[in-house]
Each structure stands twice: as structure tokens, then as C-alpha cells.
């Protein structure tokens, strides 16, 4: 059984092959040929341990991630295995793998859910979740400027930001972010709401990605209220997990408001009804994403390793 690394991934693995993994993987499921673990959490002594996994037959792959979770710090792990013999392919470290599968999934949801003349990128943390949402959605969207909101980020990460997306990248308060942004990313540890919902910008597409925690969240009601639409990636994880549905008013959030991710991919529903509909993307991050990603990259890595052999 191999082990495959984060550097291995990041050498051999694309966001571009991220994001067509995670669209194969969830109309695979959406149309019910693939199947979810929801993520259980395990705690003692200031320890916990996470676990949450899929089954992917079409990717002739099943597999879990598992991970723990210590003074806010994370270790990731995620085991695969075949559909078709059971047996144990590979090991790999996971931190690249959940750094590319997250950002992949909020590009596929926003070319599909974001305004086509989308300009403006509001990120709200710009740690490693941030940074690399701003690299895939750089690439995919015709962005042409940042604005970034965290209160703990280095000052060079602009000029960071600027080089690698290409486009310029400046720090401006929230108030400014949530104005003239077109698409906001909050990829922070907040607690508590990051803006005034009442503030977003007619027609903006907000992915909320930071929080999986039920008491913690980034977006208050009056952005629920206000938005057309919110798209989850699994409905049963997502609103047991994800404090920005778990602690809203249900008078802000009906049920018939909430879609999932899968039936945006396979055009089920027409989520966006005029340019000045909001829409948010709730990630709270799915066993399906780890192992469909990881599949890939066994894939890429075992070819390249019989290539060198040949």
C-alpha cells in the first residue's frame, strides 16, 4: 500500500483536476450511484477525533478521512480503498487534498450561482483555505481585483495575493468588502457574523466555507433572509453541522430554500432568477470531496510512478 504525500499531491494534482473530480463526484451522487458518511466527532481530554468517508463505484473507489483536532490545530489522514478487490490502495496525508477539494467545489458552485460579470472578490480571511479560494476563483471567474478583510493576516499577503492571481489585492474593512464585492469568501475561524448582511451587494454570491461547527458562524440572518437561495453540499451534514443554518431564525430559512450542491450540477434547479438575486454556498466540507479527490490523484500517482518503472 502506498503512502502519497501533500507534496506528491501538490506536484501531480491540478486545481483544474480537482474541480472536474469534485463535478463527476457529485452528480455521481446526486443521481444516487455514490454514498456518504456523515462526519462523527470524538472528543477526550482536549483531543478530538473526526472521521467521514464515501463509497464512489463510477471512480471504482471507497475511502475515509480521518483527522484530530488539537488546540485548534488539524492532522489529516485518509485511507483508500477498491470497490473492486476491498483492498487498500493508499494512505495519504490529506492536507493538500482538503485545501484543493474545498476551493474546487466553491469554483463549481460559483461558475454556476455567481453573476457572469462578476469583478470583485471579497475574501474574509486570507489563511490557507482563503488564499487558495483566490487562486482557483482568479482562474475561473473574470475577476479583477481583491479585497481582503482579516484582522490577523500579514501585511505582504496582498502583494502575495497580487503576484500569484494576477490581479491587484488590497486590504479594505468589512463595510467595503460586502459593498463592492460581487463575490465574498469567508474562510475565517469567526464565531460570530463577519458583516452586516444588510450591506451585501444586490446580485453577489457569498461561499461561507470557514465554519463545520453547529455553535459557530459567519453570516447572520439578515443575509439568509436576503439571499434567493442557499446551496449545501449534503442536506443531512450540513444542517447538523453548519452554525449558519443551525442558529438561524427558521422564519429566515425555510426548507424549500435550501438546495443541494448535486442538483445544481445536474441542472435541477434554477437557483439564480434575476441579476439581482443573492445566492449563498454553505460548505461545511464531505466525505465524498476527500475520497473523489483522492481517487484522482492514486490515479495520476501510480501512472506517473509506472511511467518512470517503464
Sequence with gaps: MLHITDEQIDRHVSAADAQA??????????QHRAAMQERIRTEAG???????????????????KVYTTIACQFSFVILLFST?????????????????????????????????????????????????????????LPLE?????DPHADASVAERLTAQCGIPATFATPETCVAEADVVVTASRSTTPLFAG???????????????????????????????????????????????????????????????????????HTVRHSADDIVIYKSVGVGLEDIA?????????????????A
Design 198 to 268: 444588510a450591506s451585501l451587494r444586490r446580485g453577489a454570491f457569498v461561499a461561507a466555507i470557514g465554519s463545520s461547527l453547529p455553535h459557530t458562524r459567519e453570516l447572520d440572518d439578515t443575509a439568509l433572509a436576503r439571499a434567493a437561495t442557499v446551496v449545501v453540499e449534503w442536506r443531512p451534514q450540513s444542517l447538523r453541522e453548519a452554525g449558519d443554518l443551525v442558529l438561524a431564525d427558521p422564519s429566515v430559512l425555510p426548507d424549500h430554500k435550501i438546495v443541494e450542491l448535486g442538483d445544481v450540477l445536474l441542472d435541477r
Design 46 to 64: 482536549g483531543v478530538k477525533l473526526s472521521t467521514l468517508g464515501a463509497v464512489i463505484p463510477d471512480q471504482q473507489v471507497a475511502g475515509a
Design 84 to 140: 473492486v478487490s476491498g483492498a487498500p490502495l493508499a494512505s495519504f496525508d490529506a492536507g493538500a487534498i482538503t485545501r484543493l477539494r474545498t476551493a474546487a467545489c466553491t469554483v463549481l458552485a460559483a461558475q454556476r450561482l455567481a453573476r457572469p460579470d462578476a469583478q470583485t472578490l471579497a475574501l474574509f480571511g486570507a489563511g490557507t483555505q482563503g488564499v487558495q479560494h483566490a487562486l482557483q476563483l482568479s482562474a475561473a
Design 293 to 309: 479527490l483522492a481517487g484522482v490523484a492514486y490515479q495520476r500517482i501510480t501512472a506517473a510512478r509506472e511511467a518512470r518503472a
Design 145 to 149: 481585483r481583491i479585497l481582503i478583510s
Design 21 to 30: 473530480a469534485m463535478l463527476e463526484a457529485f452528480r455521481s451522487f446526486g
